[in-house]
């Protein structure tokens, strides 16, 4: 669509900025702020230049909350973006069942998340739970409290069940927007399934895809509540991913310093990992 | 390359067809010959599209037979019965080159690699497309994107029929034309069964040997070019092929004789007429002109179209279109009119008197 | 074919099962739970449900969630809708500039803004507020509102707006009367996802209130770490959190499949 050029079309969008610029820049310069000073209370500040950063830097226990951070969100990548396109392409694609099927599918994405952790907790109870009495009825060891293997498990098992409908639901709208002619060349040029897929349907997908896998990353990469409320982030700290480790030292330790330094190191790595993952994907598409 | 027999196929999309107004299609029988033009001609919804996938088995049939060569292929897949299909908008494998869009269908059959090459070869050089031919498709403009959905039916060497379902949509004004006449030349030059599927009389008029014009989910008449022009089976016909329109006017069938607004007209077929049912007469602009006397009109209105002008006359309430040539006289607004007896005819119903219904 | 239905069905179970056992928890009594394991209540009881309806602590939260969503999705959409407009049809001073900056906010971690909130709406007077955790959650659900309006908006011609001028409406009327009903199902679709994000948030939810203004998420925690183990309750509270969230996705059922695609989420 052509746009005409109007500079009166500010006055529209001011609301939403003054919204988010309240919101997003006052807080990020208190961050900012918090980060380059060194305090002891009273509202007395004092300059320290980039120590924070160093410390939060050369902190052994940032390094091991990136480090399973990063194997998490590998992790559900791995096996949310498959399946989730895998299910997409067993949806039927019309009549009544499809409604059913979506609103059934969607229903995890509206839980709220501590009741995802909760539910999940429930579930995996080594005693009474369904997973947990499950798994120890054929014999394998679990409980999620003690060991960390049961307890990943657990946790990668709630985030698959959580957010693969995201994917399935974005596959789905991208594979009902492929016109029936596709198909229908498809046919009769004699193509096999497998060969509507790898030429017809992925390549269609691969827009949607593209934003399934950002967001997939995004999100898992700022995972918190679901997993405070599972396991705490342990057994010890097993579980404890980036975002528990960070409210843990803002709220909990009151060394306001390092978490602020924190902060803006996770946000530069999400911005980067993502400007990373959306450039990768783009160069592969103008190929 | 078949002959294609279709013995009283009928469709209907719903389950469960209750009347005739359920059937998209209703009962239809024709015989295409192997290595003819085709056209299938009608408005929107007239059930041609269903006809043509119901050929290619994207659809099955409710009812009816489907023979290719004399084998029942009613119930075969597209790819059983061997046909290629050129879709509206341009289908194109994007991720691929040209030349791999192009080996796609004989790759799923398992041609061998080398016969692969050369086939390709040759149907890029025919529809002037290898010097794009390790490009990616998706960068093609749109009649070059066509160009390659037809060339992935071109490609195998032993289709039973290529069919177009109004290919030429997306395609811009000035290069419609010129895959047009691409069309007639690969069509003169392989000797394939083709069947055209449109609602513009131009492209069908201008490709296909035997036009089969339909209208409500029936075949109103299959002819020659030359036939839907001077002999209309029915006023559909009439009014959907030329430009403008066959003039239908009411009339009265007594004695022998056509009387339109009590004035005695000759018409062609008045020996046919019944003399039931509701009489019109049919004649195209081409043949209505000026006279001295005969049926009293006004002249309303002067339209030039460049070679001709096309006259509106009104007589007796009705309106009668005729065209005058470049550099006639164009008459004062009271004048008379006459048809060509030879290119008047009479219809009942609807249907030309004395037609094989 | 076949084998497609039965991997979705067994999907599907996979999805409820969870959902079923926390139905199956609600139902039964503490004595119950803490006798053993059971696929199903053998005591039915509604008790839980009869305390949640009870206690004002816990239905008061329920109330304080639905106020913060329900102001959180008026606020976005209403101030979303304008800018979505500019940005369909108008190039200004900085428009892409501002749109990265606006959709980069999505990629933020909650957790980075919990403290500078508390800072922020304290010093505002705001905390627990409803209107604190509505504010702070428009910082993700703006975004996102505009990005799927933008969306909707660039499908509806130019010509509309146009005609509606050469009509003689002024900009108001034109974008109240004519232009909001043409992409209803657009801000349907930004309305559920506001809904959506603002109704299972928990971490700024919780930090952002203490007492008066406490939500649903954050009496539930409380259930699970104070009360000992009183799972019944809060397997009762957690199904009550599912209700809006089914009742909202069986409005936008048929725009769901289409949001997705057309708002580009």
């Known amino acids: 669509m052509n746009k005409t050029f109007n500079n009166k079309a500010w006055w529209l969008v001011l609301p939403v900025f003054l919204m988010v610029a309240f919101n997003a820049l006052v807080p990020l310069m208190t961050v900012v702020n918090y980060s380059i000073q060194e305090t002891f209370g009273n509202n007395e500040f004092f300059w320290s230049g980039t120590t924070w950063f160093e410390q939060i830097l050369h902190d052994e226990a940032f390094h091991d909350s990136l480090r399973r951070q990063l194997i998490f969100t590998g992790l559900i990548l791995l096996i949310e973006i498959p399946l989730g396109l895998a299910i997409a392409l067993c949806m039927p694609r019309n009549g009544p069942w499809v409604s059913v099927c979506l609103v059934l599918i969607a229903l995890p994405l509206l839980v709220p998340w501590n009741v995802v952790g909760s539910m999940w907790n429930i579930m995996a109870l080594p005693d009474i739970g369904l997973l947990g009495k499950g798994i120890n009825a054929l014999g394998i060891p679990f409980n999620y409290t003690r060991q960390p293997i049961s307890a990943w498990f657990t946790v990668i098992l709630m985030d698959v069940w959580h957010w693969t409908s995201l994917v399935v639901l974005l596959c789905y709208a991208g594979l009902v927007a492929i016109p029936d002619a596709y198909y229908q060349a498809a046919k009769v040029d004699g193509a096999r399934p497998w060969a509507v897929f790898r030429y017809i349907q992925l390549p269609k997908l691969k827009h949607v895809l593209t934003i399934a896998v950002l967001l997939r990353f995004m999100d898992s990469f700022m995972i918190y509540t679901e997993v405070i409320v599972l396991t705490g982030g342990g057994p010890g700290s097993t579980t404890k991913f980036l975002s528990i480790d960070l409210v843990q030292k803002a709220l909990g330790g009151f060394d306001l310093g390092p978490a602020a330094a924190f902060s803006i190191v996770y946000f530069l790595i999400i911005l980067f990992l993502s400007w990373l993952f959306y450039t990768l994907m783009m160069r592969e598409e103008a190929k | 390359m078949a002959e294609i027999r279709i013995e009283n196929l009928r469709h209907s999309y719903s389950a469960n067809p209750q009347g005739e107004e359920d059937y998209a299609l209703k009962r239809l029988s024709i015989t295409w010959q192997d290595g003819g033009a085709y056209a299938l001609l009608g408005p929107s919804g007239c059930g041609k599209t269903t006809l043509l996938n119901l050929i290619s088995g994207l659809l099955t049939p409710t009812e009816g037979r489907i023979l290719f060569d004399g084998r029942d292929v009613s119930h075969s897949s597209p790819e059983e019965r061997n046909i290629a299909q050129v879709f509206q908008f341009p289908v194109i494998y994007d991720t691929m080159t040209v030349f791999d869009n192009l080996a796609f269908p004989l790759r799923n059959r ?59 949509t997306v395609i811009d004004p000035h290069l419609k034309w010129q895959l047009r006449s691409k069309l007639k030349e690969l069509h003169l030059r392989t000797k394939r069964t083709m069947i055209y599927v449109t609602h513009d009389q131009t492209e069908a008029l201008t490709f296909a040997d035997q036009v089969v014009v339909m209208n409500l989910g029936e075949v109103v008449q299959a002819g020659t070019p030359v036939e839907l022009f001077e002999r209309p089976q029915h006023t559909f016909v009439g009014h959907f092929i030329g430009s403008p329109g066959m003039n239908v006017l009411p009339c009265e069938v007594r004695g022998g004789k056509a009387l339109f607004a009590g004035i005695p007209v000759e018409a062609a077929n008045i020996q046919a007429a019944s003399g039931r049912g509701r009489a019109e007469i049919g004649v195209r602009p081409e043949f209505v002109s000026i006279a001295k006397s005969g049926i009293a009109a006004e002249v309303v209105r002067v339209a030039d179209a460049g070679r001709y002008r096309i006259v509106e006359a009104r007589s007796h309430g009705h309106t009668i279109k005729l065209l005058l040539k470049e550099g006639d006289e164009v008459p004062q607004s009271s004048t008379f009119l006459a048809f060509d007896p030879a290119h008047t005819q009479v219809y009942e119903d609807g249907w030309i008197a004395g037609a094989h219904r | 074919m076949r084998k497609r239905y039965i991997v979705l069905t067994l999907y599907i179970i996979f999805l409820m099962l969870p959902i079923y056992w926390l139905l199956n928890m609600s139902f039964k009594t503490t ?42 999705t008026i606020i976005s959409v209403v101030i979303a809708l304008p800018a979505a407009y500019a940005f369909s049809r108008y190039r200004f001073l900085g428009d892409k500039h501002l749109f990265f900056w606006l959709l980069s906010n999505r990629m933020a971690p909650a957790a980075v803004f919990v403290l500078p909130f508390v800072n922020l709406y304290s010093a505002v007077g705001l905390f627990d507020t409803p209107w604190a955790v509505a504010l702070a959650h428009t910082l993700f659900n703006v975004p996102l509102a505009v990005w799927i ?117």
């Open chain 2, 110 to 168: 398992g041609v061998p690699e080398s016969e692969i090459k050369t086939r390709v070869a040759e149907i890029a050089d025919m529809l002037e497309l290898t010097k794009t031919l390790h490009k990616r498709a998706s960068g093609l403009t749109a009649d070059g994107k066509q160009k390659i959905s037809l060339g992935r039916g071109l490609v195998r060497p032993d289709v039973n029929v290529i069919m177009f379902d109004e290919p030429l």
């Open chain 3, 31 to 72: 004595n119950e739970i803490l006798g053993g394991f059971s696929a199903f209540p053998r005591d039915f009881t509604l008790d839980s449900y009869r305390t949640i309806f009870t206690d004002p602590s816990w239905y008061n939260a329920y109330i304080n969630s639905i106020t913060y969503v329900v102001i959180n």
């Open chain 3, 149 to 265: 309006l933008e969306g909707f908006m660039s499908g509806v011609p130019k010509e509309l707006d146009e005609t509606a001028y050469v009509d003689g409406y002024s900009f108001p009327a034109f974008f109240v009367r004519i232009f909001l009903p043409t992409i209803s199902a657009g801000i349907g679709v930004a309305a559920f996802f506001c809904f959506m994000f603002s109704w299972v948030e928990m971490l700024l939810a919780k930090n952002l209130t203490s007492v008066a203004a406490k939500p649903i998420v954050a009496a539930m925690t409380k259930t699970a770490s104070t009360s000992g183990y009183e799972l019944g309750l809060l397997a009762a509270a957690g199904v009550l959190t599912l209700i809006p969230g089914a009742i909202v996705i069986y409005f936008v059922r048929n725009y769901i499949a289409k949001g997705f695609a057309l708002g580009r989420v």
